[in-house]
């Protein structure tokens, strides 16, 4: 079946600009999340949702970040007046709930800032 | 606070042989989970193989297995007759259950298989 799809694959923006990124999970899939990848580092958790719960948006760096999650399936993480440190690689995945469940990544989205 | 440690940034190995990756965390948990992910170029991150930590048996999947030493909070990924196609970024995991699965993962270590 289709996996976690995520778009744009690629983006380019200027600084000071907002930006909005786009996962697509797993069908049946009540988990979500959201990672940063910075150049070399490892994964940053920034958001999570289940279900209708409120998310746990302990991970967002700034309240230049936000997410929401429309019916229960897809999500859109925005980044709003976008700065160069902002550039990264953007991950998004989504599992069933319940023990033991992995997580199921999408490709990312590579946002660069110029 | 979970922490998952992963202490070699970078490692390589002939195609053929093999390797082992490793990996220590810091819970104050009994039960949880562990996993390995593989992202390579392409940046999907794959699910290589995870392990309870009730179990004793490690867990196996072809040609990776685990090393699970629970007292010692070490998990480590060897990779045996190791193949190009191996070559990726490698992430060790932490889940700690029945908190809406969250993980935590390590830094990474940069594996290169060298034919």
């Known amino acids: 079946g289709a996996g976690v799809s995520q778009s744009p694959s690629n983006k380019v923006t200027e600084k000071g600009k907002d930006v909005e990124l786009r996962c697509d999970p797993i069908?049946?899939?009540?988990?979500l999340y959201w990672y940063r990848q910075s150049l070399g580092q490892g994964l940053e958790f920034l958001i999570y949702f289940q279900g209708n719960s409120a998310p746990d948006k302990s991970g967002l760096p700034s309240d230049r970040f936000s997410a929401e999650r429309t019916g229960g399936s897809v999500s859109t993480l925005t980044i709003q007046r976008t700065q160069q440190e902002d550039s990264a690689v953007y991950l998004c995945a989504s599992s069933l709930f319940g023990d033991n469940q992995p997580q199921h990544f999408g490709d990312g989205t590579r946002l660069s800032i110029l | 606070a979970q922490t998952v440690t992963q202490s070699q940034p970078e490692m390589s190995v002939q195609e053929a042989e093999t390797v082992t990756l490793s990996c220590t965390y810091d819970?104050?948990?009994?039960?949880?989970?562990l996993f390995w992910y593989k992202q390579p170029p392409s940046r999907q991150m794959i699910l290589v193989i995870r392990?309870?930590?009730?179990?004793?048996q490690n867990a196996t999947e072809n040609r990776f297995s685990v090393n699970f030493q629970k007292a010692a909070k070490s998990f480590s990924l060897k990779i045996s007759d190791s193949q190009l196609g191996d070559t990726a970024m490698y992430f060790c995991?932490?889940?700690?259950?029945?908190?809406?699965?969250?993980?935590?993962f390590g830094t990474g270590t940069s594996l290169t298989v060298i034919p």
């Open positions: 995991a932490f889940m700690k259950p029945y908190t809406g699965n969250q993980f935590y």
């Open positions: 819970t104050s948990e009994s039960n949880y989970y």
């Open positions: 392990q309870e930590a009730y179990k004793q």
């Open positions: 069908s049946g899939h009540t988990a």
